[in-house]
């Protein structure tokens, strides 16, 4: 089995991207707002300033309290969105439950938007807009797969999963990238038969080792978006990786896999926004 090794892929392509930072005649700087204290996002949001930190990025964390109105936290935004020394705006999700999520990650400058969700990004992309932000994650999993030289052409990817941010975004990269994707969900019939045909399978369900080895077939390419802290401190992914990794052809473990690549795909997006003003 081959592991897909997203921190080794993430210190490859590292000293890239601190090249490219190096010719800016300006240091990068991006703010990460925080709505409420959420044990996984705050150890998202760590993982994304210590890479800026490593990068020499300027980041700025603002925490708001889970009370706060869609109108406080859009006009957060637009005090960064109009701050010249902010190339990128995070919105941490997910928003609690009263914030109309949409409305507010609309709020963020498109050409800041370095997370991809906007709606007018994800319109340019869709629509096949090279200069436009792909999702990080999203980003993250195609670099990953290039890196091992796994061509999605004409390959069957299910993508077990359909959230906005995770699912249906790198469904329609693999559909750009010519794959014919199956997209499952919680509603889906005979999911072990959708997963088991996939050449590619990607997984962002959130539900720590559900895909074991009755959902995996021989020589398939494994991706496992799914992070979740175990109540023993430990991550799981959403592939139960000691079953699958006797039967697949290809694995990405968790963590050190997408998770990596997700980090440095957003810091390819803040480099890239800086470069050319997207959009
Ligand atoms: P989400 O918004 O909760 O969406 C979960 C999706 O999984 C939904 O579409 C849901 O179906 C589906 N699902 C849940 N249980 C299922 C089941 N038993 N069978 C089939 N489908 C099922 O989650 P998300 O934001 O996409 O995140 C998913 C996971 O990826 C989480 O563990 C998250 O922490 C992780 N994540 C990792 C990265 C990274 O960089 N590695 C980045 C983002 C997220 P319905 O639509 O029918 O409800």
């Known amino acids: 089995m081959q592991l897909l090794d997203g921190k080794k892929v993430r210190e490859e392509r590292t000293p890239v991207l601190v090249e490219r930072l190096k010719a800016l005649s300006f240091v990068p700087g991006f703010v990460i707002i925080q709505i409420g204290n959420r044990e996984d996002s705050t150890a998202f949001i760590a993982a994304k300033k210590a890479f800026a930190k490593k990068l020499g990025v300027k980041e700025i964390h603002i925490q708001l309290e889970e009370k706060v109105t869609g109108k406080e936290i859009i006009s957060v935004i637009q005090k960064y969105n109009g701050d010249k020394e902010v190339q990128g705006i995070i919105l941490q999700l ?3 439950i009263h914030i109309d999520s949409d409305e507010v990650i609309d709020a963020i400058l498109p050409s ?3 997370d991809g969700l906007t ?3 994800v319109k340019r992309w869709m629509n096949g807009h090279e200069n436009a932000f792909m999702p990080a994650t999203t980003r993250g999993i195609k670099e990953l797969l290039e890196h091992y030289s796994i061509d999605l ?3 069957k990817v299910t993508i077990v999963g359909r959230s906005s941010l995770v699912g249906k975004p790198t469904a329609l990269m ?5 794959a014919t ?9 005979g999911l072990e038969n959708e997963t088991k045909k996939a050449d590619v399978l990607i997984v962002a369900i959130g539900k720590p080792s559900f895909i074991g080895k009755t959902f995996v077939s021989k020589g398939q390419v494994v991706i496992d978006v799914g992070i979740t802290r175990l109540s023993n401190g430990k991550l799981s992914g959403d592939v139960n990786f000691e079953e699958a990794k006797s039967i697949v052809g290809s694995l990405t473990p968790v963590p050190g896999g997408v998770g990596q690549m997700t980090v440095l795909a ?5 480099v890239d926004a800086c470069y050319n003003g997207k959009n």
């Open 94 to 96: 997910p928003l609690p």
């Open 112 to 114: 800041k938007d370095i």
């Open 119 to 121: 709606s007018y990004n």
């Open 153 to 155: 052409f004409g390959k």
């Open 174 to 178: 693999c559909l750009n990238q010519n």
């Open 181 to 189: 994707v199956t997209i499952c969900h919680s509603k889906t019939v």
């Open 266 to 270: 957003l810091f390819e997006n803040l």
